[in-house]
């Protein structure tokens, strides 16, 4: 069967985005603000309580980041390039948490006197450079999570710490005259099991209780993203996400939440975006061969880098040549033999899909321009356009 691009936007958004990318050269991205905007309020429609710090990696185009800045959403960021960009459009820096654990002591330093006052650890050593560099600033200690196995983009292992070692990392940053706020955690990008999140709650519990009877009060909750969008393969509503991580917390910390903070970037801004590419050349590798190659003008390297192992399935679609559909081995453009997008997961494209034909990637609009390679061949970044369906 083949995608029903009406099951991931709307007619009005989607004709705006196909008229939209036909005044371009293929490939290209382009973003509807206004799906962003209906995401963002769907957020704060479910999560009362939580404060949005939007994770600029995801989609760090200006548009975006002053369409959310309008809407009065915060920003995680990672580097002082997106620091810099996010404060160049007026952001003050209290809407601003530093989230990287992995960090300079010169960056801590060019942060702090930018203003910001929140900051993202999971290491003694980071912990001592905050401690020297952003006195007095607000720190929360990055755990360990689960989940790795049901996450479709998994952020374990690098990031965060033990939860005994949080422990320890939080009265340390007391004794370094900082105020330890708490404990942040990332389940893994697009996770599918929703009750991970129970379990890295029922960490930060452990770990208030613990720093609660030595005389600490910590006051936040980072919950990070993993906030799924929509691609091929099931995942639950974000109602069910928001019901069922709402109760975990409110089993573990009653009615009196702490501040809680949620850091989205691919639920946010992923089914925004539509990549238009070409279809460069179907070819067979030998005459009796069984599968037809489709090589595009878009691959792993100016663009789909999440295809990585076929780790994030996005829907394709062609417009119909025929009722004959065929699954292809789908490649992109460089002289690169890791730039082949799907070799085992098939799309059914049309059967007669020849060069020049269009094909589109469906929601593209996180991880997407942003990861895109500089000129690798010589191929030049992703160029990104936008519409806005909500003003016609
Ligand atoms: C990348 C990242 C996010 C965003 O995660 P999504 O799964 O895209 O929502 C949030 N917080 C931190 C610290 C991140 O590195």
Same mark, same amino acid.
């Not at 099951?7 to 939209?20: G, Q």
């Not at 960090?103 to 290491?123: N, P, Q």
């Not at 390297?301 to 076929?310: C, Q, R, S, V, Y």
């Not at 034909?357 to 500089?374: E, I, Q, R």
């Given at each position: 069967?083949?995608?029903?691009?009406?099951?991931?936007?709307?007619?009005?958004?989607?004709?705006?985005?196909?008229?939209?990318?036909?005044?371009?050269?293929?490939?290209?991205?382009?973003?509807?603000?206004?799906?962003?905007?209906?995401?963002?309020?769907?957020?704060?429609?479910? @999560?009362?309580?939580?404060?949005?710090?939007?994770?600029?990696?995801?989609?760090?185009?200006?548009?975006?980041?002053?369409?959310?800045?309008?809407?009065?959403?915060?920003?995680?960021?990672?580097?002082?390039?997106?620091? #810099?960009?996010?404060?160049?459009?007026?952001?003050?820096?209290?809407?601003?948490?530093?989230?990287?654990?992995?960090?300079?002591?010169?960056?801590?330093?060019?942060?702090?006197?930018?203003?910001?006052? %929140?900051?993202?650890? #999971?290491?003694?050593?980071?912990?001592?450079?905050?401690?020297?560099?952003?006195?007095?600033?607000?720190?929360?200690?990055?755990?360990?999570?689960?989940?790795?196995?049901?996450?479709?983009?998994?952020?374990?292992?690098? @990031?965060?710490?033990?939860?005994?070692?949080?422990?320890?990392?939080?009265?340390?940053?007391?004794?370094?005259? %900082?105020?330890?706020?708490?404990?942040?955690?990332?389940?893994?990008?697009?996770?599918?099991?929703?009750?991970?999140?129970?379990?890295?709650?029922?960490?930060?519990?452990?770990?208030?209780?613990?720093?609660?009877?030595?005389?600490?009060?910590?006051?936040?909750?980072?919950?990070?993203?993993?906030?799924?969008?929509?691609?091929?393969?099931?995942?639950?509503?974000?109602?069910?996400?928001?019901?069922?991580?709402?109760?975990?917390?409110?089993?573990? @910390?009653?009615?009196?939440?702490?501040?809680?903070?949620?850091?989205?970037?691919?639920?946010?801004?992923?089914?925004?975006?539509?990549?238009?590419?070409?279809?460069?050349?179907?070819?067979?590798?030998?005459?009796?061969?069984?599968?037809?190659?489709?090589?595009? #003008?878009?691959?792993?390297?100016?663009?789909?880098?999440?295809?990585?192992?076929?780790?994030?399935?996005?829907?394709?679609?062609?417009?119909?040549?025929?009722?004959?559909?065929?699954? @292809?081995?789908?490649?992109?453009?460089?002289?690169?033999?890791?730039?082949?997008?799907?070799?085992?997961?098939?799309?059914?494209?049309?059967?007669?899909?020849?060069?020049?034909?269009?094909?589109?990637?469906?929601?593209?609009?996180?991880?997407?321009?942003?990861?895109?390679?500089?000129?690798?061949?010589?191929?030049?970044?992703?160029?990104?356009?936008?519409? #806005?369906?909500?003003?016609?």
């Amino acid at each position: 069967m083949r995608v029903n691009v009406l099951e991931y936007y709307s007619e009005d958004s989607w004709k705006m985005m196909k008229n939209e990318a036909a005044r371009h050269e293929t490939p290209c991205l382009v973003v509807d603000l206004n799906r962003i905007r209906e995401k963002y309020s769907e957020l704060g429609e479910f @999560f009362p309580f939580a404060k949005i710090y939007y994770a600029v990696k995801a989609n760090p185009a200006i548009e975006v980041l002053e369409l959310l800045r309008d809407l009065g959403a915060n920003f995680d960021i990672a580097s002082r390039y997106e620091l #810099d960009r996010v404060l160049s459009l007026g952001i003050t820096p209290d809407r601003i948490s530093y989230g990287n654990t992995i960090k300079k002591r010169a960056d801590i330093r060019y942060f702090y006197e930018k203003g910001v006052r %929140l900051f993202a650890t #999971d290491s003694e050593p980071d912990l001592r450079n905050i401690g020297k560099e952003a006195p007095g600033a607000r720190v929360f200690c990055r755990v360990l999570t689960e989940g790795s196995e049901t996450a479709d983009w998994p952020l374990s292992r690098k @990031f965060g710490c033990h939860p005994d070692m949080a422990i320890d990392l939080l009265m340390l940053a007391k004794e370094l005259g %900082l105020k330890p706020a708490g404990v942040s955690f990332h389940v893994g990008s697009q996770q599918r099991e929703i009750g991970t999140w129970d379990s890295a709650i029922a960490k930060v519990r452990y770990i208030f209780d613990y720093l609660l009877a030595e005389g600490i009060k910590p006051d936040l909750i980072n919950m990070g993203g993993g906030f799924p969008a929509s691609y091929i393969g099931k995942t639950n509503a974000m109602e069910v996400y928001a019901d069922e991580i709402t109760r975990y917390l409110k089993e573990d @910390f009653g009615d009196e939440l702490p501040e809680i903070i949620l850091e989205p970037g691919r639920s946010l801004v992923g089914e925004s975006g539509v990549i238009a590419s070409e279809v460069v050349l179907v070819s067979q590798k030998s005459t009796t061969g069984l599968d037809r190659w489709l090589y595009l #003008d878009v691959g792993k390297f100016n663009g789909l880098i999440e295809t990585w192992d076929e780790s994030i399935k996005y829907p394709l679609y062609c417009e119909a040549r025929g009722e004959a559909c065929e699954d @292809f081995i789908i490649a992109g453009p460089t002289c690169d033999s890791q730039d082949v997008m799907y070799e085992y997961f098939r799309n059914p494209l049309p059967a007669y899909i020849k060069a020049g034909d269009k094909v589109y990637w469906l929601s593209c609009g996180a991880y997407t321009s942003s990861y895109a390679s500089v000129e690798f061949n010589g191929f030049p970044p992703l160029p990104v356009y936008f519409v #806005d369906s909500a003003k016609k």
